[in-house]
């Protein structure tokens, strides 16, 4: 009998893994890094729980760190299967992983220079290495399209929304017993929104292996470009620039739409806006390279993709970054990361923070104790680089960025699903909102639910 075991994502929103086995058969979907407070961080760090040599394939659902960040050191703890994912997936893996072992083995190298780990010496959890090696093993497989990986299991992926390349994916187990069909959702998009296409509605499935990042909260009902719009005339008003710390994959393409929405609508003058993230420019670049993957066109004039309009500045080098210094208003910074938790963005609060005519437009969710945070919440100064930086620009919100659907957006998503599954499993999501979007389903679809806990395993 076939066996599911939750290994990620079970009563967190973090780490997302789920081992399938049938017969001799062991399959992975997703291989994510466990993020947050230090009791989930140290996960990373343990052992996998199974024999990784022993899996023969890994199933991404899509390029989110919490969904691919342990990859590399699963492929170092012996690994050596197929990992397969959406074709843009590949493309954003690449950047986003060897992002990720610089970012370790800069963190490493400054806790060993600065004594202040108890480690002999610290370590990255991957490095470069590592992640280089994990990338040989990737192969794409287009949306819609069935894999049959080996007797026991066949797969195809379903249009997830949330972000380029993302996907659900549809496997069916075979045994002597008959065929079992498992769903996992990924990490659904909302509906109507911006660039992503609508998700594809669920099929039937025996069993569903669901998400439920805000399945206890509905997201707001708010014209995202009228606050926009709003917040470039205030700051342009005023002579001012607006900086936006954004995500590099994902947010930083959607606010370049946004804003060009804008200008082509006429409801703001043409301005510039500064691109400054090595990452972000790549990821921008993969974004215009899959035109078809969007809700609407990025055709601009010439045929040149609206994401390099001819408003948009590309900074790739510090020195070009550091050229920002001296640039005067009206225009927008556009820059990572996107919880103002490191990066270039840090430089430009220091130079912009401190004068009224400025901006902080936030367009994502800030975690407690983070500085995005702190500004949120009405801060007069902040601490960065060791110096105390007094905050007289206007710090503002853009909500309803998301992208993930909410509790009323996942009612939806299962609305094609007829015959009862056996199980609903919720996962990806804080054990309140597990638990919430559980009883929803039960309520208004019928459906048997449960929340798993780290490390259950299920017969199917």
């Known amino acids: 009998m076939a066996r599911l075991t939750f290994l990620g994502a079970a009563k967190t929103v973090t780490g997302s893994q789920y081992?399938?086995?049938?017969?001799?058969?062991?399959?992975?979907?997703?291989?994510?890094?466990?993020?947050?407070?230090?009791?989930?961080?140290?996960?990373?760090?343990?052992?996998?729980?199974?024999?990784?040599?022993?899996?023969?394939?890994?199933?991404?659902?899509?390029?989110?760190?919490?969904?691919?960040?342990?990859?590399?050191?699963?492929?170092?703890?012996?690994?050596?299967?197929?990992?397969?994912?959406?074709?843009?997936?590949?493309?954003?893996?690449?950047?986003?992983?060897?992002?990720a072992a610089h970012l370790q083995?800069?963190?490493?190298?400054?806790?060993?220079?600065?004594?202040?780990?108890?480690?002999?010496?610290?370590?990255?959890?991957?490095?470069?290495?590592?992640?280089?090696?994990?990338?040989?093993?990737?192969?794409?497989?287009?949306?819609?399209?069935t894999r049959e990986l080996c007797p026991e299991f066949a797969f195809q992926y379903r249009e997830a929304g949330h972000l380029l390349g993302a996907a659900s994916v549809d496997l069916r187990i075979a045994e002597a017993a008959g065929t079992t069909r498992v769903l996992f959702s990924g990490d659904v998009g909302r509906f109507d929104t911006i660039l992503a296409k609508d998700p594809a509605l669920a099929p039937a499935a025996d069993y569903l292996v669901m998400e439920s990042?805000?399945?206890?909260?509905?997201?707001?009902?708010?014209?995202?470009?009228?606050?926009?719009?709003?917040?470039l005339v205030r700051t342009f008003a005023r002579g001012g620039v607006v900086l936006i710390p954004a995500f590099a994959v994902g947010r930083a393409q959607q606010m370049i739409y946004l804003m060009d929405k804008l200008v082509t609508e006429g409801r703001v003058r043409p301005f510039p806006i500064h691109l400054d993230s090595p990452m972000a420019i790549d990821a921008t670049r993969i974004y215009s390279s899959f035109p078809d993957a969007f809700n609407v066109s990025l055709d601009g004039i010439g045929g040149r993709s609206l994401l390099y309009n001819k408003w948009v500045h590309l900074?790739?080098?510090?020195?070009?970054?550091?050229?920002?210094?001296?640039f005067k208003g009206p225009g927008v910074i556009l820059s990572s990361s996107g919880?103002?938790?490191?990066?270039?963005?840090?430089?430009?609060?220091?130079?912009?923070?401190?004068?009224?005519?400025?901006?902080?437009?936030?367009?994502?969710?800030?975690?407690?104790?983070?500085?995005?945070?702190?500004?949120?919440?009405?801060?007069?100064?902040?601490?960065i680089h060791k110096g105390d930086i007094p905050v007289l620009a206007e710090v503002a919100e853009l909500r309803?960025?998301?992208?993930?659907?909410?509790?009323r957006e996942l009612l939806r998503w299962l609305a094609e699903v007829v015959a009862a599954p056996r199980r609903v499993f919720l996962t990806h999501g804080d054990e309140d909102a597990a638990l919430a979007l559980g009883a929803r389903i039960a309520k208004e679809r019928g459906f048997a639910t449960h929340v798993p806990d780290q490390g259950e395993s299920v017969e199917l």
């Open 19 to 99: 081992l399938v086995e049938a017969g001799s058969a062991r399959l992975l979907v997703d291989c994510g890094l466990f993020q947050g407070e230090k009791a989930l961080r140290v996960r990373n760090w343990g052992l996998p729980g199974y024999e990784p040599a022993s899996v023969g394939w890994l199933v991404l659902t899509h390029t989110h760190i919490d969904h691919i960040g342990r990859v590399p050191r699963l492929v170092h703890q012996g690994f050596r299967g197929r990992i397969l994912c959406t074709p843009p997936t590949r493309e954003l893996a690449e950047i986003l992983l060897l992002d």
């Open 105 to 145: 083995e800069e963190d490493a190298d400054y806790l060993n220079r600065k004594g202040l780990t108890s480690h002999t010496p610290a370590l990255p959890l991957f490095d470069t290495a590592a992640a280089q090696e994990a990338l040989k093993l990737f192969e794409t497989v287009p949306l819609g399209v």
């Open 213 to 231: 990042t805000y399945g206890n909260r509905p997201h707001p009902k708010v014209p995202i470009q009228d606050q926009l719009e709003s917040a």
């Open 315 to 326: 900074h790739r080098s510090q020195e070009e970054s550091k050229a920002l210094n001296s």
């Open 339 to 383: 919880m103002l938790s490191g990066g270039r963005i840090l430089h430009h609060c220091k130079v912009r923070l401190p004068h009224p005519e400025n901006t902080l437009l936030i367009t994502g969710h800030q975690g407690e104790g983070t500085l995005g945070r702190a500004l949120l919440d009405g801060a007069r100064f902040v601490r």
């Open 400 to 407: 309803g960025l998301s992208g993930h659907a909410d509790a």
